[in-house]
Nanobody, 116 residues
Framework: QVQLVESGGGLVQAGGSLRLSCAAS????????MGWYRQAPGKQRDLVAT???????NYADSVKGRFTISRDNAKNTVYLQMNSLEPEDTAVYYC??????????WGQGTQVTVSS
């Protein structure tokens, strides 16, 4: 019902930057809390950042000051600007849409690899 498609992942050197995008198919995008999560091999999926429908943001301690989440409701898209990337940031990054009434939906994930 809600389709999320991530893009922008890739391979970068430590200290580099990437910008991830997540495009949502649903017209009710603007009422959802949007988030980015990541999962490294053999580990659980962890929160990276969220942005509410009102624009309030929240970040994991490990990415504060380096990552910025934003949304463009007119384009049904949420972004994650990642600067000063570290090898520890290597993971599959997943887009998430959280609706209070409808539940949570996930994208397919995009690989981010940071080399040292």
């Amino acid at each position: 019902q809600v389709q999320l498609v991530e893009s922008g992942g890739g391979l970068v050197q430590a200290g580099g930057s990437l910008r991830l995008s997540c495009a949502a198919s649903r017209s009710s995008f603007s009422i959802a809390t949007m988030g980015w999560y990541r999962q490294a091999p053999g580990k659980q999926r962890d929160l990276v950042a969220t942005v509410t429908k009102g624009g309030s943001t929240n970040y994991a301690d490990s990415v504060k000051g380096r990552f910025t989440i934003s949304r463009d409701n007119a384009k049904n898209t949420v972004y994650l600007q990642m600067n000063s990337l570290e090898p520890e940031d290597t993971a599959v990054y997943y887009c998430n849409a959280n609706y209070a009434s409808w539940g949570r939906y996930w994208g397919q994930g995009t690989q981010v690899t940071v080399s040292s």
